[in-house]
């Protein structure tokens, strides 16, 4: 029998996996900023999070910042990642945003990425 604490760092390490199959692919597009990483991070997380589901639910946002580059992840669809956008610092305090997407209707999502640079 599966011990449920293995089953449960599966499913976690399969949702990680799934971002960061996405960001292999080719971006499907990137945005530079005079804004700062972290400007532009937690201004995408503030409007991605405004954004319903079907049923009305909130859209569920996970931010995480390591040395300085902010990884943003949507996930629907049960869990998968399905919207990604990491945020890069640059030289002179910019940065650059690079976003990947699996789904279509993607329009206020990269509206928000664009508002935020």
Known sequence: MINKYALVALLLLLGCASSDDLMRNKPDL???SAKEAQSVATCIAE???TYA???GETVPVMMREMLGTYTLTVS??????CKVAEVTPALDKQSKTTMYTIAIGEGSYIS???YCQ
């Open 47 to 49: 409007h991605w999070k």
């Open 53 to 55: 589901q079907p049923g």
């Open 30 to 32: 990137v945005f530079r």
């Open 112 to 114: 928000a990425v664009d």
């Open 76 to 81: 629907c669809n049960g869990g998968k990642s």
